[in-house]
DNA sequence: GTCCTGTTTCATTTTTTACTGAACAAACTG
DNA sequence: CAGTTTGTTCAGTAAAAAATGAAACAGGAC
C-alpha cells in the first residue's frame, strides 16, 4: 500500500524546497510536492505523490491546485492512463513571473485601494496635515508606483545579466 | 496611562504596512510599529508605541529590534532624554537592501551547503543518477548561482528605470 | 550602595495557519 | 446502468507562529 521510500537524493532535495517555501512564505507541503517533481526522473501521478511523500490527499490536492496556479507545474498526458500526470516546471523566468502574477501583483492591487482611502483622508484633513506626513503620503505613492512598473519585470530581469 | 486613539489616518497607514507583513512574511506587529513610525510627524518613544497601539512591550522590543535589524528604523539622539526615539527609515533602496541582506542572503547561504550535499549525494550514484535528474541538478546549481549574484543588485535596480 | 527608568528576555497563552481524513462529486469502465 | 477510479472540499484538529506580561537586567541619578 505504501509507496517506495525516498531516496537520499530526494530527501535532500525536497529539503532544500521544504526550506525555500519558509522565505516565500508558502505551505512545507508545496515545497515536498515541488523537490519530489523536480528530482522525479519522469512525471508522477497525484497517488504516487500522496504515497512517496506520505501526506494527506487533501494536501495533495491543494498544493498542486495552488502550484498549477502559477505555473510550478504542468499536467503530461499519457496514453492509457486516465490519471494526471504531474511534472514540474523548470523554467526559472516562468516560475518568478508566476509567482509575482499569483502573489505579489493581487497585493498590488488591494494596495491601490488602501492608498486610496489614504489620500482622501489626507486631503479632508487639509492643514491639519504636517508637512512630514505630507512628504511620507508622497512617498507611499511612489514606492507603490514603483513596485506596480518593476513587478511585471521580475521575470524579464533574468535574461539580462 | 493609555496613549491617544490613533487618528484614522495612522489607522489606515497601519493597515497598509499589515498588509505588507503578510506579503514579506514578518510579524504583523512589525507592520504596526513600522506603519505608525512611518506616518510620525517625529519620531516616537518605545512607551509611546506600546500605549497608542496597545500591544506588549514584549512585542514593541521585539520589533524594535527586528527592524533595526534590517536597517527601516533609526535611533534619534533627543537632547535630555533619557529615551531611545525611533523614527522610520524611509529611503526604498536602504529598505529593500536591508529586507535581502536580512532575510534573504542567509537562506541563500545555507542553501550553499544543501546544493553541496546534494552534489555528493548525486556523485555517489554515479550512473545510477538518470539524465533528466542530472540535468535538474544543473538548474539548481544555475538558480543558486544565479540568486546569489542579483540578490545584492536588488536594492541598485530601484535606480535606473 | 539603593532606587528609579527604560528596555530585553523568555515561559506561557493566544491566534493563525496548515494538515488530515472522511464525505462528496465527477468521470470513466465494462 | 452499477461499480470503480480519480480527485476535490471542508469541518475538525494538530502544529507553528506570534503576542503577552512578569521577571530580570542595564545603567543612570541620587
Redesign the interface.
Known sequence: MAGAELS??EV??I??FV??T????VPRSIGEIYGLL?????PMTFDQLVSRLRISKGSVSQGLKALRAFGAVRVSYVPGDRRDHYRAE?D?KSLVSGFING??VP?LE??QG??G??RV??EG?GEG??P??RG?LE??E??HH?AR??APLAGK??DL?
Open positions: 537520499a537524493l535532500e532535495a529539503d532544500l526550506a525555500a519558509r522565505l516565500l512564505g523536480f528530482m522525479a526522473a519522469e523548470t526559472l502573489q505579489v497585493h488591494n494596495g488602501r492608498l482611502r489614504l483622508l489626507a484633513l496635515l504636517a512630514e506626513q511620507r512617498k507611499l511612489y514606492w514603483r512598473t518593476l530581469l533574468l545579466p
